[in-house]
């Protein structure tokens, strides 16, 4: 469970969101223990795109997705609920990569499926916007495996926006039935692999 160096997120948002696919989402709980889920889905977005909060302006709402990278950039959407992004690439450029859905060990396969699901299951809110992720706080993102093989991602277009929809810089893992929606084609997978949380417990 130790914390991504820095340099991992100091890369653009379309390098680093595949590459986040396979890591785990880590939380440690009141009493010292761990709480994790395996990352199964990403989507990059950057400033010289339309669908980015970057986009048009810097303000207030979305200073920290400008930098510096390896931090939480936490919003809330549509007022309903919270959505978890990491900060990537440099300062002063908006860039980075929504968790869109995580695998959690010994729950539903779909408890985190979808950001706001996620950022509830987590207990992740406006609070923990601009926290760092490598290892200074109680919330950070660990590496895959080194035991295990780099999984098969499918990339496909993001969803839930109305702007930039056709750019490919959507990731998910292809073996997870944690996906909160998959590619047109692409079937729900009917066994469990060896990314799965439970395959994962204790390495």
Known sequence: ??????????????????????????????????????????????????????????????????????????????????????VTDRDNWANGVLLRAVALPDEPERAAAGPGLLARRFGLDRHHDTLALTGENDVWLAAWPASLARPTLVTTTRIGISKGEDLPLRWYLQNSRSVSRRAKGDRMPARIDAWSPSAQEGR
């Open 1 to 86: 469970m130790k914390p991504i160096p820095f340099d991992f997120y100091a890369r653009p948002a379309e390098v680093v969101g595949p590459d986040l696919i396979g890591c785990r989402l880590v939380k440690r709980q009141a009493d010292g223990s761990l709480f994790w889920g395996v990352i199964v889905e990403t989507e990059a977005y950057s400033q010289d795109e339309p669908a980015c909060h970057g986009y048009r302006r810097r303000s207030p709402q979305n200073e920290t997705l400008f930098g510096p990278p390896g931090r939480f950039y936490v919003y809330v959407s549509y007022g309903i609920h919270h959505c978890v992004n990491v």
